[in-house]
């Protein structure tokens, strides 16, 4: 008698422990959604992520004919075909995509009176600008192409301007992120003519589903205006498929202000 309450008492225990146990993981994957720099933890897989993200889009991203949930959806699959395994970036990447749970960055903290430098922009500060690309691109209104691109411009002064494409019925007047991003540190940065003759932009993150996000002739031209010399980071949008290039290595022997200036 004495053995079965005891086993009775045992079970007992142990149940308690393993429903506690259960609730912490529910705890902890609800909290991935809310946690920037979180590890990702094996509680957490794609279909739990896909459920968890599904219920934090509001009415109006589900709204139909081409909706912010089906850009994730789209996000979700190529990176659930790319890796088995979801990594911290990755996460962050697609929890872009939802208002209720974006990583927005806008301004890198630096010292009183120091600037940035292309040479001193750290691989983290590369993130934040990748990240902030790809929430960018999640605002792109691209119902013909169904094509996002998100692009973060960096100032020497740490600010951050993102920006995403835009599209046209009259396809002529579509506008690339890249110079929707350009348009916004210059209205909000420029005086004058300072944003060019100090070479005030030091750097662009460009992320496209798929990699290689290149920016168009165009683009490179609207670039070339500001700095030749900026550092164009192109990514995938698992923020670690990344390419890292000079602009004047994108667009050799560039026409730009200087040509200008030697002809009169």
Known sequence: MFLFIFR????????SLYSQEL??????????????????????????LKSLMEKSFTSIEKIKKFSVI????????????????????????????????????????????????????????????ILEAQRARTFAYAPYSKFHVGAAILTKNGNIYSAANFENAAYGNTICAERSAIAKAVSSENRGVSLQQNADIIAIAIVIRGGGGSPCGNCRQALNEFNPNMLVIMSDVDGENVVEKNLYELLPMAFGPSNLDKSN
């Open 70 to 129: 089906d850009g994730f959806y789209k996000d979700f699959f190529y990176l659930k075909n790319l890796n088995d395994n979801l990594s911290r970036k990755s996460l962050n990447m697609l929890k872009q995509w939802s208002e209720k749970t974006q990583i927005k960055t806008s301004k890198i903290d630096l010292a009183e009176d120091k600037k940035l430098t292309k040479e001193s922009i750290t691989s983290a500060i590369k993130e934040k600008l």
């Open 23 to 48: 609730k912490s993981q529910n705890f902890e994957k609800a909290k991935c959604l809310n946690h920037q720099d979180l590890a990702i933890s094996k509680l957490l897989d794609f279909d739990e």
């Open 8 to 15: 009775f008492f045992l079970l007992s225990f142990v149940f």
